[in-house]
C-alpha cells in the first residue's frame, strides 16, 4: 500500500523524494496516514484515535468539556498529543490558535487518527486494555475485508497486507466501542446498520501521501504547455480536476501556477479558472476547506518564495494558511472514483495521481476512460510519476511535455 514516491521516474531528486512522512511524524494534527505508516505502529501498541473515548483516554464526557472550556478560552485543541509524566497516558494540549479547534472537532468527527495512533509510546489505559480485547484480524475475515474494501473503494489490499489493516482500524476500536478488529469489520461490512463505522473504516483504509508541487514536471507541463494552448484557444472558464485530492496540496498547487502565469502576456485569467478537488474521504476533503497547513507540511515541497506569496501567518506560528485569492480558487467534493462523474461536468484538465496504483486494472481502466467521458476535446490527463495507461486505455495520445509528460484525449473521442 506504500504510495513511494522515491519509486518513480523522477527519481531521487524530485522534492518528492526528501525523505518519508513517517519518519518524520510530528504532534500535529495534521500528519495522517503516511507512507510507511504499519512500520512504527508496532503489534501490540495502542492506537488510540479520537471520539467515543479521547486521545488523552478519557471519556467522551470529559473531552466534549475539555473541548468547550478550550473554545471558552479562545484556545484550541491543537498539536494535539504529547506524552505526560503520566507514561501511559497522552493528552491533549491547548494551542493559542482558536481556528485549529474547528479542525480538531473536525479531525474528531471524521475519526481522525491522530498521532498518538501512530506512536508506540503512547499505551493504553488500563481501562482502554480492558475494552479493547483484539487489534489482530484473523485471516478469514482479513479475506473477507480485503474483497470488501476492493468492492466498495476499488483498494486492492493484496494477500498480505493484515499488519496495515491491524494498525489501521486499531485506532476505530475505542472510537466506535468495539472489541476486536473482526467484530469492527463484521459491523463494517453492514453499511445499512453501521453507517458510520463502515464510512470511517474505509477512510481509514485510504492513504493520504500528498505534498506541494508533487514531482515538479507535471506543473511544469501546466504551465508551460497546457495553460498557454488553454489561453490561446480563448475557452473559457478553463477547468481543472484534482481527482484525488488528499488534504489539497495538489489542487492549491494548481490554483498557484495559475495565478503564476496571469503576469504572462497570453494568459488564464485566475477568476476564469475553476480548479475542483474531489476525494473518496471526507476528513480529507475537511482539511481541504480548512485550508491551514503547518510547517512539516508546508515544508514539504513548497518554496520560500510561493509560502511567502500564498500563505497567511495564524495566530500559532506553526500553521499558515492558504491565502484567500488561491482558496477561493477551488472546490471540494467528496466523490469516489469508483462512481458516476456526470454530475461534474467536462473538464480541460484532469490531475488524477497517485491513486490508480491502489487499483486493479480492471478499475484502472474503467476509470481511464470514464475521465475520457469527461474531458473536453484536446484535454489532458496527468498521472502520477509511477503511473501509466499503458495497456489500460486507447482514449489518449501521449504528449512529452519535456520534462514530464501528458495525456491528451484523442481526436476521435
Ligand atoms: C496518495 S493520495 C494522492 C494525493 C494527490 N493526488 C497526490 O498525488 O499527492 C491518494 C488519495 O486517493 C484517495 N482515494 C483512494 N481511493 C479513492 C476512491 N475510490 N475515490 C476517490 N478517492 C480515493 C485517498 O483518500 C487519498 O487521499
Known amino acids: 500500500?506504500?504510495?513511494?514516491?522515491?519509486?518513480?521516474?523522477?527519481?531521487?531528486?524530485?522534492?518528492?523524494?526528501?525523505?518519508?512522512?513517517?519518519?518524520?511524524i510530528s504532534s500535529t494534527l495534521f500528519h495522517r496516514r503516511s507512507?510507511?505508516?504499519?512500520?512504527?505502529?508496532?503489534?501490540?501498541?495502542?492506537?488510540?484515535?479520537?471520539?467515543?473515548?479521547?486521545?488523552?483516554?478519557?471519556?467522551?464526557?470529559?473531552?466534549?468539556?475539555?473541548?468547550?472550556?478550550?473554545?471558552?478560552?479562545?484556545n484550541a485543541i491543537a498539536s494535539v498529543l504529547r506524552k505526560t509524566s503520566t507514561p501511559n497516558r497522552a493528552q491533549f494540549t491547548p494551542s493559542s490558535y482558536p481556528g485549529i479547534t474547528n479542525l480538531a472537532i473536525a479531525s474528531q468527527r471524521a475519526g481522525y487518527d491522530s498521532v498518538a495512533a501512530r506512536n508506540p509510546d503512547i499505551?493504553?489505559?488500563?481501562?482502554?486494555?480492558?475494552?479493547?480485547?483484539?487489534?489482530?484480524?484473523?485471516?478469514?475475515?482479513?479475506?473477507?475485508?480485503?474483497?470488501?474494501?476492493?468492492?466498495?473503494?476499488?483498494?486492492?489490499?493484496?494477500?498480505?497486507?493484515?499488519?496495515?489493516?491491524?494498525?489501521?482500524?486499531?485506532?476505530?476500536?475505542?472510537?466506535?466501542?468495539?472489541?476486536?478488529?473482526d467484530e469492527l469489520i463484521n459491523r463494517a461490512m453492514q453499511p445499512n446498520i453501521y453507517k458510520d463505522i463502515s464510512a470511517a473504516v474505509i477512510d481509514a483504509m485510504t492513504t493520504n501521501e500528498t505534498l506541494w508541487f508533487r514531482d515538479t514536471y507535471p506543473y511544469l507541463a501546466l504551465k508551460n504547455i497546457i495553460l498557454p494552448e488553454l489561453a490561446k484557444s480563448g475557452k473559457t472558464p478553463v477547468r481543472i480536476w484534482s481527482a484525488a485530492c488528499s488534504s489539497g496540496q495538489?489542487?492549491?498547487?494548481?490554483?498557484?501556477?495559475?495565478?503564476?502565469?496571469?503576469?504572462?502576456?497570453?494568459?488564464?485569467?485566475?477568476?476564469?479558472?475553476?480548479?475542483?478537488?474531489?476525494?473518496?474521504s471526507p476528513e480529507m476533503?475537511?482539511?481541504?476547506?480548512?485550508?491551514?497547513?503547518?510547517?512539516?507540511?508546508?515544508?514539504?515541497?513548497?518554496?520560500?518564495e510561493r509560502k511567502?506569496?500564498?500563505?497567511?501567518?495564524?495566530?500559532?506560528?506553526?500553521?499558515?494558511?492558504?491565502?484567500?485569492?488561491?482558496?477561493?480558487?477551488?472546490?471540494?467534493?467528496?466523490?469516489?472514483l469508483l462512481g458516476s462523474y456526470s454530475l461534474l461536468g467536462r473538464f480541460d484538465v484532469i490531475f488524477c495521481r497517485n491513486v490508480l496504483i491502489y487499483f486493479?486494472?480492471?478499475?484502472?481502466?474503467?476509470?481511464?476512460?470514464?475521465?475520457?467521458?469527461?474531458?473536453?476535446?484536446?484535454g489532458y490527463l496527468i498521472l502520477g510519476s509511477s503511473e501509466s495507461i499503458q495497456g489500460l486505455s486507447d482514449k489518449y495520445e501521449m504528449v512529452r511535455c519535456n520534462p514530464g509528460l501528458a495525456y491528451r484525449l484523442k481526436s476521435a473521442y
Do not use: W
Open 123 to 181: 499505551q493504553p489505559t488500563t481501562q482502554d486494555r480492558l475494552q479493547v480485547q483484539s487489534r489482530t484480524v484473523s485471516d478469514m475475515q482479513y479475506r473477507r475485508f480485503a474483497q470488501y474494501i476492493e468492492e466498495q473503494s476499488g483498494i486492492v489490499l493484496g494477500d498480505n497486507k493484515q499488519y496495515l489493516v491491524n494498525s489501521r482500524l486499531s485506532a476505530l476500536l475505542l472510537r466506535f466501542k468495539v472489541a476486536t478488529i
Open 35 to 74: 507512507t510507511a505508516d504499519a512500520n512504527h505502529v508496532a503489534q501490540g501498541s495502542f492506537s488510540n484515535r479520537t471520539t467515543g473515548t479521547t486521545t488523552s483516554g478519557m471519556p467522551a464526557a470529559s473531552t466534549s468539556a475539555l473541548s468547550q472550556r478550550v473554545q471558552n478560552n479562545g
Open 250 to 280: 495538489e489542487p492549491y498547487s494548481i490554483a498557484m501556477i495559475v495565478q503564476e502565469q496571469a503576469t504572462n502576456v497570453v494568459r488564464i485569467d485566475p477568476s476564469q479558472c475553476q480548479i475542483i478537488g474531489t476525494d473518496i
Open 1 to 24: 500500500m506504500s504510495d513511494n514516491p522515491q519509486n518513480n521516474r523522477y527519481g531521487a531528486g524530485s522534492p518528492a523524494s526528501n525523505g518519508s512522512l513517517a519518519s518524520r
Open 360 to 378: 486493479s486494472n480492471e478499475v484502472k481502466s474503467q476509470i481511464l476512460n470514464k475521465f475520457a467521458l469527461c474531458l473536453n476535446p484536446g
Open 285 to 304: 476533503l475537511d482539511r481541504c476547506r480548512f485550508a491551514h497547513y503547518d510547517n512539516h507540511a508546508l515544508a514539504r515541497g513548497l518554496s520560500a
Open 308 to 336: 511567502a506569496k500564498f500563505f497567511k501567518p495564524t495566530k500559532d506560528p506553526n500553521v499558515m494558511r492558504i491565502d484567500d485569492k488561491i482558496k477561493q480558487m477551488v472546490t471540494f467534493k467528496q466523490m469516489n
